[in-house]
């Protein structure tokens, strides 16, 4: 009997696991996916390298994972009872004494393993590179990460210099057709203009880079005075390069702040009460984030069985709704309770309180009342609107066939 049950969990695992991991690769790619596009977008017209994309990608997968685990936790198991169901084995299992709740130890285990590892992401590393994030976007803003000059445009450097150049060759090496203007305080101005150049590190002063120019000329313009004209074969132009302003510190922001560090400023007399709110908001809202997904395995089976002789899919769509609709309603609490219009606590446990009855009620309705339904009456009103839906489409693919009335049959006629 312990050999027929371990292989019966190994089994339950099995059909947990592929689905979960799909859903978690899949909601997680199509986030970062959206989000690629815009990043794209906005490093190129900040002339940034293109490697950028990807790192500041890597710091908003622990920001997406806190969504991904719970929905693909929840869809895994959905999925793996939506089949015993369907094929009959839950029936057999049921028969032969096997309750739900003996069923679902294998996925309280590995739940109780994603809330430990969804904790420390919530907790611990979704902060920290949130804070990584928005420090590469300001140093993507400032160019301390490497802004290109861009090629068939004018280019203003430190508000006294603007650089244009026709082509670039050898990945940046190599610059053809340049011009250059400079003006300086006492009203004078280099009109620079050369056939060819290159960027070279300053070694002794790391605040400007050399642009080395051949065979170009340079037009020396004096107020009230004759423009003077000097050809060369090779000039260097030292360009100052603008000073790089200094990141602010962490916690500008409650989400950059780690739990500890949460609690600590939400019972501390020292701050505001509306900093003190904001902390017991976050810190809320993010507790209600994990210990959901204690539920999410009852809700999952309550959602997974259709009615007999029926293979009706509104349970996946319905289990959908509901997670990320009380995601959204937790969102809204904790906006709420930082404006110190409701407390923390009742805005972020109050829909959760809700929302565990509402689950503790379905899941005994499947597990406990012969032939129970928690969705049940909504079931009935999908399974009549698919008919109808199915009997128009049936119609209309008739009509459009050209059928004929038994009077225009010509064997009738005949």
């Known amino acids: 009997?312990?050999?027929?049950?371990?292989?019966?969990?190994?089994?339950?695992?099995?059909?947990?696991?592929?689905?979960?991991?799909?859903?978690?690769?899949?909601?997680?790619?199509?986030?970062?996916?959206?989000?690629?596009?815009?990043?794209?977008?906005?490093?190129?017209?900040?002339?940034?390298?293109?490697?950028?994309?990807?790192?500041?990608?890597?710091?908003?997968?622990?920001?997406?994972?806190g969504l991904a685990i719970p929905l693909g936790l929840m869809l895994g198991i959905l999925f793996a009872f939506r089949k015993l169901a369907i094929t009959s084995e839950l029936d057999v299992m049921r028969a032969v004494g096997w309750s739900y709740t003996r069923l679902l130890r294998v996925p309280y285990m590995m739940t109780l393993a994603l809330m430990a590892l969804n904790f420390a992401i919530v907790g611990y590393l979704q902060p920290k590179a949130r804070f990584a994030y928005e420090e590469m976007e300001f140093e993507l803003r400032s160019g301390a990460l490497g802004a290109s000059i861009k090629v068939g445009e004018f280019n203003t450097i430190e508000d006294r210099m603007a650089l244009r150049i026709e082509e670039s060759?050898?990945?940046?090496?190599?610059?053809?057709?340049?011009?250059?203007?400079?003006?300086?305080?006492?009203?004078?101005?280099?009109?620079?203009?050369?056939?060819?150049?290159?960027?070279?590190?300053?070694?002794?002063?790391?605040?400007?880079?050399?642009?080395?120019?051949?065979?170009g000329t340079i037009v020396h313009d004096v107020p009230n005075g004759t423009?003077?004209?000097?050809?060369?074969?090779?000039?260097?132009?030292?360009?100052?390069?603008?000073?790089?302003?200094?990141?602010?510190?962490?916690?500008?922001?409650?989400?950059?702040?780690?739990?500890?560090?949460?609690?600590e400023i939400g019972w501390s007399e020292e701050v505001s009460a509306q900093d003190r709110a904001g902390s017991l908001a976050n810190f809320n809202y993010r507790m209600v984030e994990v210990v959901m997904m204690i539920m999410l395995p009852l809700l999952a089976v309550a959602l997974a069985v259709p009615p007999k002789r029926s293979t009706s899919a509104l349970g996946i769509f319905l289990s959908i709704v509901i997670v990320v609709a009380y995601h959204k309603i937790n969102q809204y609490g904790e906006d709420v309770a930082q404006l110190g219009r409701i407390d923390p606590f009742l805005a972020l446990w109050g829909p959760f309180a809700v929302l565990f009855v509402l689950i503790a009620w379905m899941y005994y309705r499947i597990a406990f009342v012969p032939g129970g339904q928690p969705i049940g009456a909504l079931e009935n009103v999908y399974g009549k609107l698919a008919k109808r839906v199915k009997k128009l489409f049936g119609r209309k693919k008739r009509g459009g066939l050209g059928a004929t009335s038994e009077t225009e049959d010509p064997v009738l006629a005949a």
């Open 1 to 65: 009997m312990s050999n027929f049950i371990t292989s019966v969990d190994r089994y339950i695992f099995r059909l947990v696991l592929v689905p979960m991991l799909g859903v978690f690769l899949l909601a997680a790619s199509l986030l970062l996916l959206e989000k690629m596009l815009r990043l794209f977008e906005f490093v190129s017209t900040e002339g940034g390298p293109i490697n950028v994309v990807f790192e500041m990608l890597l710091n908003l997968i622990p920001e997406y994972a």
């Open 169 to 215: 060759r050898d990945d940046g090496r190599e610059l053809i057709g340049i011009f250059a203007r400079l003006a300086s305080n006492n009203g004078q101005v280099l009109s620079i203009s050369a056939r060819e150049g290159r960027f070279l590190a300053n070694r002794e002063d790391r605040n400007t880079i050399i642009l080395r120019l051949t065979d």
């Open 227 to 263: 423009p003077r004209v000097l050809s060369f074969s090779q000039h260097d132009l030292p360009i100052d390069l603008p000073a790089l302003e200094r990141f602010r510190d962490r916690g500008e922001d409650e989400r950059e702040y780690i739990l500890p560090e949460l609690l």
